[in-house]
């Protein structure tokens, strides 16, 4: 027996078919070499993951589960952070304006201990954790760390279980005057919140 997904445009029903029925979104028919063929009507579009579709927990200091997606991404993590900072540079230097003194080394001598918070959300992607980085060469006093969104895909649109690096968040953020406020590096005060990127 053989299943065939035909696309909406073709019929389902074949002249050699002896026995049809419909059942919800599909049209089955069977002929008489026990060929089912299927046809799926379209289905409705899920939406992103958004502020809105996902229930983003409290922020707490970061347990195990998301250590261990810390250290799955921390490479990629780096290697963004770096080249976002290059890339900046060029253009709207402000972003990074409170690490441009600092050497790569020293921009990326962070580890899973310098993770200070996350937020985690579930939506039928997988898992979202939000995360604050302390930049330890940085001084306490000012702007030292980043915000960072890491993915754990559960339904195939990632491999199941492994972490990836979603964003490092970017503000831009309008001034009343209608100038603009650019800011990748944040303070300690700067609450943890849902962003894209």
Known sequence: MTTRLYPPSISPLTQTSNKACDVRDHDYALSGNLE????RLPQPITPHASAETVDLGPAHPPRE???KVFNEIESELKKTLLHMKHTYLKHEPEYFAPVQALSDTDLTAFSSSD????????SPYGLHLFGKQRLPAMPDSGPAYIHFRAFVGGDGHNEAGVATLHSIHTEDVEEPDGGHRYRAIFTKEDPLEWFDT
Not at 36 to 39: D, G, R, T
């Open 65 to 67: 589960e998301s250590l």
């Open 115 to 122: 993770l200070e918070q996350v937020r985690v959300g579930i």
């Open 36 to 39: 089912i063929h299927v046809h």
